[in-house]
């Protein structure tokens, strides 16, 4: 695209050229179809609007040095989608159909993959929705499952750095048997006003306790968190956190560090001891914690010493990133090619 400044993006939607939907109707996916129109026609009484019969999903498309297109881990966010379409009754989508149409978007909207130079790159969101008119409390017997895309610019504009947060003990994300963790658009509406809270606090995210007892922890507004001491990472264990790809793939590039990963439970107190901490998700990669307050308890566990990153999550950053991009050779299989 001639007049995109790729250096200027931020996290926003910008129209491309197309999204791909499919239909789900008499029990089964049909077709998928290219479409250039940006709007839903929905039904008022569709289930998605009234009972929140909605999930989605969040992935990235990066233009390599080689002018090679890579998408990462697009296996594994089909296979979190078919787990929450689980949790709240919607058909899934097989993983062949699910990369098939990410694919397909993608290479649609080539011309909006920013320059590997920029740091940019095209960000992926599917979405899927029950669309029968019903007010009767049942899930819908008619789906649209929807792909768009929209180029991101790279989330630390002045260089990777980091951030202070805020545990907020008045609202809970997700209930331990509850929907935190699946991807749904409910779980969202719910972390809000602990948002809003943290942000007008001057905090640039909230922190979550588990919701049953307020004394592990569970995530970083939206996004999982990581600590790291005596070269081990350490990552929350809990039934009511979203399992993150980003965090799945930094547990292994740890271990091929050779550093010992853990995933237990945390509790609050543990976070005084930890060297360096983090939250991680693919809008990010990491974004770094310099201090996690708790008004309650009157602490400030301090993270970040100096204020700056420290050097095993800007390891961990590196590496990611470097495979994402393919600057460094993809020894998981965690890249798809398109040529
Ligand atoms: C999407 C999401 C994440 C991050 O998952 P990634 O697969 O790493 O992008 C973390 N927490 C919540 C609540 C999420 O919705």
Redesign the pocket.
Known sequence: MENIDWSNLSFGYMRTDYNVRCYYRDGQWGELELCSEETLNLHMAATCLHYGQEA????KAFRGKDGKIRIF?PE??AE?LQSTCNGILMPELSTEMFVKAVKTVVKANERFIPPYESGASLYIRPLLIGTSAQVGVHPSKEYLFVIFVTPVGPYFKGGFSTNPYVIIREFD??APLGT?IY?VGG??AA?LRANKMAHDMGYSCEFYLDAKEKKYID?C????FFGIKDNTYVTPLSTS?????????LMQLAEDMGMKVERRPIPEEELSTFEEAGA????AVISPIERIDDFENKKSYIIAKDGKPGPISTLLYNKLRAIQYGDEPDTHGWVTIIE
């Open positions: 989605f999903e969040g992935l881990r594994a966010n979190r994300r997700s935190g991807k779980n969202y972390s995530e507004g939206a996004a999982n956190i979203l399992p993150s790809i980003t965090n799945r793939s991680c998700g693919t809008a």
